[in-house]
């Protein structure tokens, strides 16, 4: 069964949604274990036992780097919302129709197409099956707990989590990315839930050549950089910005863009480039903003 590009949509909002609720869930009232645990050698081999001795899930973890892989392979991931419950409703003014881009060499190149629409007030079309909801809790404790049990590392230490959860029997994933001190600094309250959220990358895409696939085969797993991390982050917090109800229709879209590169590269202090190319491809418009310029800006 194929999911339409609306279909995606609204899964990926309903996904930021339930993050949240995880989030909330897992890291209040904590106990963080003062003896290590676990090397970062171990992790991967760590996480497969504690999910199927603990939690009876059969998952996928390697790792590639610094990069801790997690593969969930579930059936039937989603599903209509409850016709007895009022469904989650927000209000749609923009679509992001295309917004694709990354660092070449200390360049980072953004294309995106953002449309304003008229205002409607939609509802959430898609939901989470119970056990797609109950395996990532189960994961986010497994991740907290591997966290807060690690030997630290003086360099070369984990930077990222990257869960993917696959629905084999439809053919799609929802790819979620994690910065290692981004959960530790969520977990001790230095972080909002929400601008956890934000710093949270996630990519909801058909992918048929994931039916089947129990053991995550098809998955790229590869070392995830602070730039890929970086790039994918201001993708992410695109879709986000204009799905906002409190962004008007007036909105200046470049303005918003180079607020969110400002934005993302001063949360990390990351300064591992030499200048930024925007285009439009709506106006055709072309912005080159040298590393200078962005760190100038304003980021209220």
């Known amino acids: 069964m194929m999911r339409s590009k609306q279909y995606s949509k609204n899964l990926a909002r309903f996904a930021l949604l339930l993050n949240l609720s995880l989030l909330i869930f897992n890291t209040s009232g904590c106990e963080y274990n003062k003896d290590y645990t676990y090397l970062k050698e171990s992790i991967p081999e760590a996480i497969g036992d504690i999910c199927k001795n603990e939690y009876k899930m059969d998952v996928t973890a390697k790792m590639t780097g610094s990069t801790v892989w997690i593969y969930i392979p579930v059936e039937d991931m989603v599903s ?131 039916i089947g696939d129990k053991a995550g085969t098809t998955i790229n797993y590869r070392d995830i950089t602070m730039q890929d991390f970086i790039a994918a982050q201001i993708l992410n917090r695109i879709r986000m910005k204009f799905q906002k109800p409190e962004v008007k229709q007036n909105a200046n879209v470049d303005k918003e863009v180079e607020k969110i590169i400002a934005v993302t590269v001063k949360t990390y202090d990351f300064k591992d480039f030499s200048e930024a190319e925007l285009n439009n491809l709506i106006s055709n418009k072309r912005i080159i903003l040298n590393r200078a310029a962005i760190w100038a800006k304003p980021i209220e």
């Open 80 to 210: 209509e919302p409850d016709k007895k419950k009022k469904p989650e409703k927000f209000i749609e003014r923009f679509v992001v129709e295309e917004d694709k881009g990354g660092f070449i060499d200390q360049r980072l190149k953004l294309d995106y197409l953002v449309r304003a629409v008229p205002e409607t007030e939609k509802a959430q079309s898609a939901v989470y099956s119970k056990d797609a909801i109950q395996k990532r809790i189960y994961i986010w404790q497994v991740i907290n707990r591997i966290i807060f049990s690690m030997k630290p590392q003086k360099k070369e230490g984990v930077e990222f989590f990257s869960v993917v959860m696959a629905d084999i029997k439809n053919g799609f994933v929802i790819r979620e990315i994690y910065y290692f001190l981004d959960i530790k600094k969520v977990a001790y309250g230095l972080l909002s839930y929400t601008e956890f959220q934000h710093r949270t990358v996630q990519d909801t895409q058909v992918a048929p050549e994931t």
